[in-house]
């Protein structure tokens, strides 16, 4: 069965305080791994797409980054406005087409 | 940027009624669709997968015919909740997303239904 967890659960920072959140899988045919924010009472909002292990993308204060069974959000120096949940979601073969399998998410909260 | 909207952003309803949620993508023709549903603190769960002009995918588990879904253009379809009860309450969320399953999926707002 396809898994994601992401850890830790829930993370406090202080503003400018770097960290990672991790989101590890166990699929049968990564097709890719996508990296979302949902803010509270929204939908999910595109951050970053990963398809090969080695491959890292950038975004601002955010970098993603995968290897052959993890993935690793950095965050450096966070704003309170980075304040969010992080959804990964693997993309993984079903049938004849495919789907998305999301972790619970990490719930950041960036205190100023 | 790739917009969808969704319609409405809440509803509330009594038990046994029908619901119908809408689902647009605004500035690009939407292959296939998604519906996806998310309880408090948990992750997104896939309902349903719709490609234009065929019959929607469901999940394992999800009653395809209480989970109504049309998806009669490139740029809209809509999930009808027939019969709904109280454990139906939660938030719908669908996704659209051009040609390639290469492609991102591109998220709507979302739709808190609570039935009473």
């Known amino acids: 069965e396809d898994q994601v967890t992401q850890s830790p659960e829930a993370l406090r920072l202080q503003e400018g305080e770097s960290s990672s959140l991790n989101c590890s899988y166990t699929?049968?045919?990564?097709?890719?791994l996508f990296w979302y924010r949902q803010d509270p009472g929204k939908g999910p909002e595109f951050l970053f797409t990963?398809?090969?292990a080695g491959e890292e993308k950038e975004k601002e204060r955010l970098k993603a980054t995968l290897t052959k069974k993890e993935s690793f959000l950095h965050i450096t120096a966070p704003k309170p406005e980075d304040s969010a949940t992080y959804l990964c979601?693997?993309?993984?073969?079903?049938?004849?087409?495919?789907?998305?399998?999301f972790g619970k998410g990490t719930k950041l909260t960036v205190n100023p | 940027g790739a917009v969808v909207s969704q319609h409405p952003s809440w509803v509330i309803c009594k038990s046994g009624t029908s619901v119908k949620i809408e689902c647009r993508s605004l500035?690009?023709?939407?292959?296939?669709m998604f519906w996806y549903r998310q309880f408090p603190k948990q992750s997104l769960m896939l309902m349903a997968t719709?490609?234009?002009?065929?019959?929607?995918?469901?999940e394992q588990g999800v009653e395809k015919d209480k989970f109504l879904i049309n998806h009669a253009s490139l740029t809209l379809s809509t999930l009808t909740v027939t019969s709904a009860h109280p454990e139906d309450s939660s938030f719908y969320i669908c996704?659209?997303?051009?040609?390639?399953?290469?492609?991102?999926?591109?998220f709507g707002p979302g739709t808190r239904l609570l039935v009473l």
């Open positions: 996704s659209a997303r051009r040609g390639s399953p290469k492609e991102t999926q591109y």
């Open positions: 699929v049968s045919g990564l097709r890719g």
């Open positions: 990963l398809y090969s």
């Open positions: 979601a693997v993309q993984v073969a079903q049938g004849g087409s495919e789907k998305l399998v």
């Open positions: 500035d690009f023709q939407a292959t296939t």
């Open positions: 719709s490609n234009e002009g065929s019959k929607a995918t469901y």
